[in-house]
């Protein structure tokens, strides 16, 4: 079964797809991955890829689509795959279908500010890359890591003002996938203001598994 997942920052769909990636024994491929096992491995495609990075540009469809291409094409692919952060436009969409046939692409649906109260609530350290939230995973001590004792601080991206912006980017650029997919049948929203394992029971349900 080969799934794409569509949805906003902060919907939650890395969770949910580690959950459903158990449920269905597929791999979960994110192109952020794709991007850097490439540059780790020093593939072709990941030397010309860190070089775009390291220039300040953004790494180009073509490019893309070949690192989604040579991903999908290995073994652990062969009973399908989920599939996250690709595509992000019509484009690439389109360069998609003529790689392989998608089965469902689930579209995680949240309110703007359930997401902007997620995000915002997320806290950092720094030396550690521990996460935590303010609401649902709270440090022992407010605003100390629980292990070093560090203050934990907030990313610019994770600011109220830049999660919106960021929200905004999404819809300009990924939000036409929407009808794209849903003219081809494909498309199945899901309610992603619930908790990570009653989303993934509804994905279930939705893919008849």
């Excluded at 799934?3 to 939650?12: C, E, N, Q, S």
């Excluded at 459903?20 to 794709?34: A, Q, R």
């Amino acid at each position: 079964m080969n799934i794409v997942l569509l949805g906003p920052p902060g919907a939650g769909k890395g969770t949910v797809a580690a959950l459903l990636k158990k449920e269905l024994d597929v791999p979960h491929i994110s192109t952020g991955d794709i991007f850097r096992e490439n540059i780790k491995n020093g593939t072709e495609l990941g030397r010309k890829v860190e070089a775009i990075m390291a220039s300040g540009g953004l790494v180009p469809d073509d490019v893309t689509c070949e690192m989604v291409r040579d991903r999908l094409g290995k073994d652990d692919t062969s009973n399908g795959y989920i599939l996250d952060g690709f595509p992000r436009t019509i484009a690439q969409a389109e360069a998609l279908s003529t790689i392989d046939d998608i089965d469902y692409v689930l579209n995680f649906v949240l309110d703007e500010e359930e997401i902007v109260r997620r995000l915002s609530g997320r806290r950092l350290c720094k030396s550690t890359g521990r996460i935590y939230h303010i609401v649902t995973n709270p440090p022992k001590k407010e605003g100390i890591d629980d292990e070093t004792g560090e203050p934990l601080i907030q990313r610019d991206d994770d600011k109220p003002e830049a999660i919106r912006h960021r929200l905004e980017v999404y819809k300009a650029s990924t939000e036409p996938l929407i009808g794209y997919y849903k003219d081809k049948g494909l498309l199945v929203d899901i309610d992603a203001s619930v908790s990570p394992e009653d989303v993934l029971a509804s994905i279930i349900k939705a893919v008849g598994r």
